[in-house]
């Protein structure tokens, strides 16, 4: 459904999938993951973008009005509802941003030399305990006796083991790319664009369980230990291991950064870097430097960091250059500032990982008229 609002904000959104969208948001269920998809993040962009959304939503309501009486329609109890859950669906993924400080427009240049950077998609290689490496691409299907794969995520039933001896696999995620696992014990784990996951195929009995994101990022939903007789669960990350219990936390840790960054999302988590051991509580992120080793805790906006998981990126107060990079690992582009002050300018907003680049680069482009250039996989700001 996602698409259907990123049609609707480019103008073309058919007449059915505007029917589609009103019954989508019929369902009260649909309602509520909307409502954890924002978290405390729209309220901010429900103020400041209160006109724009008031006009979307004025011609979304008008245009099915004219054809309701041929589909089921939503009570009129529910009309405000329907209105608050379009304009959080608008801002998630149409790609709505808005510009932190206004300065001069430029002269309106937008140039599309050839085009060839994709949408990024579900995508990984399997490294297995043998070395063999195994494409794991959506709509392809991969199936053994421990594991199977429908292409857009990996799920291991291997059951506990009372070897002393561990299989490891890898499961490296590209460039343009993102994927899915299910751990042996129950572990969810979401990988971001340009990472690399270590795990066992299986954990040993009364062990602690432990895994390592040699790099990238990712996100963690780990099965309890209560679930496990007790056993805990640890990630290392180059210099830093995270001891968990049973909690949600997502972690940082690209190569072409400095620092790790941990965001704990609920439960509690111990941050270890040899120097330093810190606990983290719901909301806080740790930020630890590579270079001397010292590690800051602070406040962040959860749902800024974790979003990429729900297929969004949030940006609040953001260098253009920063975007771009977060854009590049998802999108596999490159990107050249000619004009250096034009990576400084602070964007707050959300864009849908569904939106192709041309969608984004326009919308990027209308605020500030920030010219730009597609060449192949390169993009210039000038």
């Keep these: 459904m996602k698409s259907h609002i990123t049609k609707l904000l480019t103008n073309t959104i058919t007449k059915q999938e505007l029917l589609e969208l009103k019954e989508w948001l019929a369902n009260s269920k649909n309602q509520s993951t909307l409502q954890e998809y924002i978290k405390g993040f729209h309220d901010l962009n429900l103020v400041m973008l209160k006109n724009n959304i008031d006009e979307a939503l004025n011609k979304v309501i008008n245009e099915i009005d004219k054809y309701e009486k041929n589909i089921k329609v939503i009570p009129l109890y529910n009309r405000n509802l329907f209105k608050y859950a379009v304009a959080i669906l608008i801002l998630i993924t149409s790609g709505y941003f808005f510009l932190t400080n206004n300065n001069k427009a430029n002269p309106d240049t937008q140039i599309i030399v050839n085009n060839n950077i994709s949408t990024g998609t579900n995508k990984a290689i399997l490294t297995l305990e043998d070395g063999s490496q195994i494409r794991l691409e959506k709509g392809e299907n991969y199936i053994t006796d421990n594991l199977s794969s429908n292409g857009e995520e990996i799920i291991y039933t291997s059951p506990v083991s009372v070897k002393p001896e561990i299989a490891y696999n890898y499961l490296t995620v590209p460039r343009g790319g993102e994927y899915f696992v299910k751990l042996s014990d129950g572990t969810q784990v979401w990988l971001n664009s340009e990472s690399k996951f270590k795990y066992p195929v299986n954990f040993i009995k009364g062990e602690t369980r432990e895994v390592e994101l040699v790099y990238g990022e990712a996100y963690f939903d780990v099965s309890p230990s209560t679930n496990h007789n007790g056993s805990k669960f640890k990630v290392s990350t180059g210099i830093q291991e995270v ?7 997502n972690i940082k840790a690209y190569t072409d950064e400095n620092a790790i960054y941990t965001t704990l999302v609920e439960g509690k988590i111990s941050i270890n870097n040899t120097l330093l051991k810190e ?3 719901p909301g806080e992120q740790s930020n630890v430097n590579l270079t001397n080793q010292s590690m800051s805790i602070s406040k962040v906006n ?8 729900n297929g969004v990126f949030s940006f609040e107060n953001m260098p253009l250059k920063k975007i771009m990079k977060v854009l590049s690992r998802w999108y596999d582009l490159d990107m ?12 707050t907003g959300s864009l849908g990982r569904e939106q192709s680049i041309e969608e984004i680069l326009s919308i990027i482009h209308k605020l500030n008229r920030i010219n730009y250039k597609i060449d192949n996989k390169t993009i210039y700001f000038k």
């Excluded at 001891?243 to 936390?249: P, W």
């Excluded at 959860?302 to 998981?309: A, H």
């Design 243 to 249: 001891e968990v219990l049973g909690t949600e936390f």
């Design 279 to 281: 606990n983290l509580n």
């Design 336 to 347: 050249i500032f000619v004009d250096s002050e034009i990576g400084n300018k602070l964007f």
């Design 302 to 309: 959860v749902y800024n960091e974790i979003s990429w998981k």
